[in-house]
């Protein structure tokens, strides 16, 4: 069984990459990743907290960092890496090498060799409401609840081997459930309760796929007559239906000012439509007039498209 733990700060993020000098550190893990606890702004704390609502803040905070970790693990795109506690990291090792130990079994924690870390994934909520209707209808003997969630998050990722951040994206997402009840039996608290899992793990999976994205591009592996085979499979917000623009490539864009290497020009070359979603992979058909669609091309879902 794996064990996936999270790295609470991007401060304690930066001490374990400082710490990947030695031979443990030597090899970089291009896809390892950390992820910070979800934090809510101080001004919606201070907001719930005198609404008399804290607890329903904390409710919404931890169901979605579960969430959260569910879903990155699900990409198949990240090794999360260890520690909700540096401290206790440290404390293990130290305990390894306190001579109780074999030094030479490859198991025991070898102090300040600690792997490195490539990504540090920072997520702040910053929008969170809870709002319930009630409407009685006594000849009728029931309650009508509606209730509506909405939540907000702003979420960054950060090379930890350059301190830069790659990419800072926000999202609002809103639901809502109308439940009828006998006036007699008007709790709803396992509807509120699949409402937040529902809204959170929405929430939380738009944050996976973005960050898949940014550090794995969704591309082209094989590719047969008018059929692509793609690196991405379930949980990666790759889904039967879906149609993506392919890029072919093209000149490496640096900013004239700073000389900051900001990417790789993409070239259109085609669309390609998913037919199949397995575990780790997908395929898709090319659709419409293929321009150069190969090994490598990278797929981007196109902006969803806005009524008049």
Not at 127 to 134: A, G, L, S, V
Not at 183 to 201: F, G, K, M, P, Q
Request: proline letters at 5%; a neutral charge.
């Amino acid at each position: 069984m794996k064990t996936l733990t999270i790295i609470h700060s991007l401060s304690a993020v930066i001490i374990l990459a400082g710490l990947a000098g030695s031979p443990a550190g030597a090899q970089q893990n291009t896809n390892t990743l950390a992820v910070g606890a979800i934090q809510p702004l101080p001004v919606l704390t201070e907001k719930f907290v005198a609404a008399g609502k804290a607890m329903s803040l904390r409710q919404v905070v931890g169901v979605m960092n579960e969430q959260l970790m569910d879903r990155l693990n699900a990409t198949r795109k990240f090794k999360i890496m260890a520690g909700t506690d540096l401290k206790e990291i440290i404390k293990a090792q130290e305990l390894a090498n306190s001579g109780n130990y074999t030094l030479q079994d490859p198991n025991t924690a070898k102090q300040f060799q600690l792997a490195g870390i490539k990504w540090s994934l920072q997520t702040t909520l910053d929008d969170f409401e809870d709002q319930t209707e009630r409407l009685a209808d006594k000849p009728a003997r029931t309650l009508t609840t509606k209730r509506t969630v909405r939540l907000g998050v702003t979420c960054k990722l950060f090379d930890t081997t350059t301190g830069g951040m790659l990419e800072s994206a926000s999202q609002v997402l809103n639901t809502n459930s109308i439940v009828e009840t006998l006036l007699e039996a008007s709790n709803n608290a396992e509807a509120t309760d699949e409402l937040l899992r529902r809204v959170t793990r929405d929430m939380a999976e738009w944050v996976a796929v973005r960050v898949a994205n940014v550090a794995f591009p969704v591309k082209v592996l094989a590719k047969t007559d008018k059929m692509v085979t793609l690196n991405r499979g379930e949980g990666s917000g790759v889904a039967v239906g879906q149609l993506w623009n392919a890029n072919a490539p093209g000149k490496e864009l640096k900013d004239p000012d700073t000389g900051e290497v900001l990417g790789r020009e993409e070239i259109p070359v085609g669309k390609i439509r998913i037919t199949e979603v397995q575990p780790k992979f997908s395929k898709g058909e090319i659709i419409g007039e293929d321009l150069g669609v190969d090994i490598g091309a990278i797929l981007r879902l196109p902006p969803p498209s806005k009524a008049p």
